[in-house]
């Protein structure tokens, strides 16, 4: 399906359930104002979403009802449950151009003002009704919960010691251990008594102080049972932990009253006590504040015989859902993927989101699992505790025209878009960008054992901005296992940054099998464009690689089967290594046809030691060495001047700038990062010894 067929779909298909809409015989109505005891009509309307679905249920005939969400704000108990067993085919729907709220939060207020300048009040809930929360909204944004260091990572340092403990009943196969993290004792200076220069119990007796650990792709969070400040030691406890990835984890102080000095900073007691550093120009009187209570909004969950069907939500806000660290905290688990979505979707099929927002979550946003012909539609997902979207054991999904950014605020290992042993999913013209993690995952298999994902397409997006510095081993677009049928196209993906291995755009990973890469324009990418760690049958083909640190071209593992096709690219260097692991390069076995480098600062470069005469023997009689001619590539304009080199390769133009979202030029301006955004990524780079002239000032 192309472009132009693509919305056009878009627009008839939207068309189409507008029009079921009114033609819809039933509808019902809901205000913020409405009353329990109420018909549901205009005039007397029902008080929240539940209580009309709940007529839905007892309403005659089979016709499509129309649930009415008037504008305003719905505070919700429990979230809406639907399921296999509703009568009718429901179209939940709000005002488009003044969206309703559905918050999981309630409102925090009564703040005075302490000597220091900081906000502090009780919160009756969390000695009441046990109702904890780690996770604060104030004015639209995420608060910080009280934390150090306040910016970056502290250092782990030598062995990671681990004592196993014989208690029953607490093994889980993987066993249970005590376990030590050791780093400088500079660094827990914070949970020393401020008068006394002592270790301070009174740091664990308040709350749960935690550890959040960075393991490469993976995070792990613990609370804390004991530290010595002077020895630098951390004490944890639970299964399944382990030694480190590399020598490189690193990790950050939760939860503590030490740890509050920051504006935009909160603590809350165990006394309900909640204490916050009010970010510039809030005033007490004016703030909104909301502590969340609930994980889902909105559960839509068949069964595996009879699925829910036909529900479709539409022009709806859901925002402020929760996370709470279990008390034997959590297990490295990639991509996050324990987390569920604050919408979440089980057994169910033709279920609709369109023109929804799902902000300020402690998980995911959405979350499809063994689902089939489901829909996200220019949707706004930000602020997301996990990652925005994820698809679990699920055909035909389609994700098209819907921003996700600002991820892993929780987890920072979330994915923009996680895709798990699922087939035909279309996730076209999405912008994904500021996470800490991969854009877009698909796959679930490790190595060539039999895989359920297969024919999934990833097209037109713009995935820019990941990584941060903070993980390692992620991608714009990452791959695993086999997925005969499965391409990924016309994407613009850049700025990816590893804290230390692993920043690439393009990642075929553990087994990546029957994969098409083409049209993809890919730079900025700390590890390089292209990255295949072992895989088979693959084909790259048809695209930009500009601008790696590391190197712009990897290969890792050599195997006996051809592990990839790779042709008609254009790769384009400004100083650093057109190759990496020259012995996969010598040795594996990969068809190469056609492809033309170029480094602008060495007319003659070479292939990781190897001369162009050696590489064309070795590789590609036919490749060429030539200036690219693209306008300004260093600022991100790969336009060309001329077609001359590019003709000489066979290499066909793109037309990259109908990446990302379309419409209304409204909708485009919210996908873009704020500028102060941009300018501190480029800062987190620029931090490093040594980086491409693209992050120059």
């Known amino acids: 399906m192309n472009r132009d067929m693509l919305r056009k779909l878009f627009v008839i298909t939207s068309a189409a359930i507008c029009c079921l809409t009114a033609a819809a015989q039933n509808i019902i109505y809901v205000s913020p104002e409405g009353s329990?005891?109420?018909?549901?009509?205009?005039?007397?309307?029902?008080?929240?979403?539940?209580?009309?679905?709940?007529?839905a249920r007892n309403l005659p005939g089979k016709d499509t009802v129309r649930v009415h969400v008037a504008s305003g704000t719905y505070f919700l108990d429990e979230p809406v449950f639907l399921s296999s067993s509703e009568t009718h085919p429901l179209v939940i729907e709000g005002d488009a151009e003044d969206i309703p709220v559905i918050s999981g939060g309630y409102s925090i207020g009564g703040w005075e003002v302490t000597p220091e300048g900081w906000w502090r009040t009780k919160v009756p809930e969390v000695v009441k009704y046990g109702r904890v929360f780690q996770q604060l909204y104030v004015n639209g944004e995420r608060a910080v919960l009280a934390r150090t260091p306040d910016k970056g990572l502290f250092d782990v340092i030598g062995q990671v010691d681990q004592t196993p403990v014989e208690t029953e009943g607490k093994g889980d196969g993987y066993g249970y251990y005590v376990q030590r993290y050791s780093t400088d004792p500079g660094n827990l200076k914070s949970l020393k008594d401020v008068n006394a220069g002592v270790w301070s119990d009174s740091n664990l007796k308040d709350n749960d102080m935690r550890i959040l650990l960075f393991q490469s792709w993976d995070n792990t969070y613990k609370n804390i049972d004991y530290v010595n400040p002077d020895s630098g030691f951390v004490y944890v406890h639970g299964t399944r932990l382990h030694g480190m990835y590399s020598n490189h984890n690193r990790f950050r102080l939760e939860n503590y009253r030490g740890a509050l000095t920051a504006p935009g900073e909160w603590f809350l007691g165990s006394d309900g006590e909640l204490t916050y550093i009010p970010r510039k120009g809030e005033s007490p009187e004016t703030a909104l504040a909301f502590a969340p209570g609930l994980r889902n909004l909105v559960v839509i969950k068949g069964g595996k015989d009879r699925p829910a069907t036909g529900i479709t939500l539409r022009n709806l806000s859901f925002q402020h859902t929760s996370y709470v660290l279990p008390a034997k905290g959590t297990t490295p688990y990639q991509a996050a993927a324990h987390l569920d979505g604050t919408v979440f979707v089980e057994d169910a099929e033709n279920i609709v989101l369109d023109n929804c927002e799902i902000q300020h979550t402690g998980n995911y946003a959405i979350s499809f699992n063994r689902s089939r012909d489901c829909s996200v539609t220019r949707s706004f997902l930000y602020d997301l505790g996990g990652g925005g979207i994820k698809i679990d054991y699920s055909q035909g999904v389609s994700v098209v025209n819907n921003i996700i950014r600002k991820g892993g605020q929780v987890f920072p290992s979330g994915v923009g878009l996680l895709i798990r042993e699922s087939s035909g999913t279309k996730a076209l013209h999405n912008d994904i960008c500021d996470l800490r993690y991969t854009g877009v995952s698909v796959g679930w298999v490790w190595g060539y054992g039999k895989s359920q994902s297969f024919g999934n397409e990833i097209g037109w997006n713009h995935i820019h901005h990941l990584g941060w510095g903070e993980l390692d081993d992620m991608g714009g677009v990452y791959t695993l296992g086999i997925q005969p049928g499965t391409t990924v196209h016309d994407n613009v993906i850049h700025d990816v940054y590893s804290h230390d291995y692993g920043g690439w755009g393009l990642y075929t990973d553990e087994g990546s099998t029957d994969i098409v890469m083409e049209n993809n324009l890919v730079y900025a990418c700390k590890c390089g464009g292209f990255h295949q760690h072992y895989g088979k049958d693959n084909i790259i083909r048809n695209n930009i690689l500009a601008w790696g640190e590391w190197q712009l071209l990897q290969w890792t593992r050599i195997e006996d089967h051809r592990s990839f096709t790779f042709e008609s690219n254009i790769i384009l260097a400004d100083g650093f290594p057109l190759?990496?692991?020259?012995?996969?390069?010598?040795?594996?076995?990969?068809?190469?046809?056609?492809?033309?480098?170029?480094?602008?600062?060495?007319?003659?470069?070479?292939?990781?030691?190897?001369?162009?005469?050696?590489?064309?023997?070795?590789?590609?009689?036919?490749?060429?060495?030539?200036?690219?001619?693209?306008?300004?590539?260093?600022?991100g304009d790969f336009t060309f001047k001329s077609l001359k080199t590019a003709r000489k390769i066979g290499f066909k133009p793109f037309d990259y700038s109908e990446a990302g979202v379309f419409g209304e030029d409204s909708w485009k301006e919210r996908a873009r990062m704020r500028p102060e955004e941009i300018e501190e990524f480029r800062r987190v780079v620029r931090e490093s010894d040594n980086y491409s002239s693209y992050y120059a000032d």
């Open 36 to 55: 329990a005891s109420a018909e549901g009509t205009a005039s007397d309307p029902l008080p929240s979403i539940g209580s009309a679905v709940q007529k």
């Open 579 to 635: 190759i990496g692991n020259q012995e996969a390069w010598r040795m594996g076995k990969a068809d190469f046809d056609r492809n033309c480098f170029w480094d602008i600062t060495d007319s003659h470069p070479t292939f990781d030691g190897m001369s162009l005469e050696e590489f064309r023997k070795l590789r590609d009689p036919k490749t060429i060495v030539a200036d690219p001619m693209f306008k300004d590539p260093l600022r």
